[in-house]
């Protein structure tokens, strides 16, 4: 079947630390894959995203990179700020049939300043 | 102009009770989800229609009941409510049911039953 298994949390980080938070995946076919962010009180929305092997999703200093040799995405940022705390979520689709999109348990990332 | 709003934001009722939330997108999407976030923070998909259509079903206690009067709308109706249905529940559309373009969430219905 299709999972995600991501580092549990709490991650507790200081102002202008860098971040890894780990991800990988067991999929049928050939995923698509997403970190989702979830601030207090919120919805989940779309961090970034990878269609295919190798390919790097970027989006507000976050980065990841979709390994296919490991089965990994692990969302990286080279210097968190107090704005980031969230729970932070991989996720993954496979394009074939009805797959809905699976999430990782979550992290949830604390950084003070 | 929000793209995925849910009605109510919070809702407290009693146990037993029946209850509703509705959804609605501005986007366009065929495809419309309801998922479920427990306490933990785990997030659990409960059904998904595309085009007003029924396309996944998960295991889920027949009290839960969704419509879809159409495309850009999908609620959630809930008989004799429990204890353990107190939850966050999201709702989210897609473009398509690949879902490879990402979902957009609404900001979700924190339901408690007392």
């Known amino acids: 079947g299709n999972s995600v298994t991501q580092m549990e949390g709490p991650v507790t980080l200081s102002e202008e630390a860098f971040l890894t938070i780990n991800c990988t995946y067991t999929a049928t076919g050939y995923p698509s894959l997403f970190w989702y962010v979830q601030y207090p009180g919120e919805g989940l929305q779309l961090l970034l995203k990878?269609?295919?092997?190798?390919d790097k999703g970027s989006n507000k200093g976050f980065e990841a990179t979709y390994r296919k040799e490991t089965t990994s995405f692990h969302l990286e940022k080279g210097s968190v700020q107090v704005s980031d705390s969230a729970v932070y979520f991989c996720a993954l689709t496979v394009n074939s049939g009805n797959t809905p999109l699976v999430f990782g348990k979550g992290t949830r990332l604390s950084v003070i300043a | 102009d929000t793209a995925v709003s849910q009605t109510p934001k919070y809702l407290v009722t009693q146990m037993g009770n029946d209850k509703s939330i509705k959804c609605e997108q501005n986007l366009g999407h065929d495809t419309m989800y309801w998922y479920k976030q427990d306490s933990k923070k785990f997030l659990k998909i409960m059904f998904s229609y595309n085009n007003k259509e029924l396309i996944i079903n998960e295991t889920v206690p027949n009290r839960f009941s969704p419509k879809s009067p159409d495309k850009a709308h999908l609620n959630l109706h809930i008989n004799s409510l429990e204890l353990g249905d107190s939850a966050v529940y999201f709702c989210?559309?897609?473009?398509?049911?690949?879902?490879?373009?990402?979902?957009?969430f609404g900001s979700g219905t924190r339901l408690t039953v007392v």
């Open positions: 989210a559309s897609s473009r398509d049911p690949s879902g490879n373009y990402g979902y957009t």
């Open positions: 990878a269609t295919k092997a190798d």
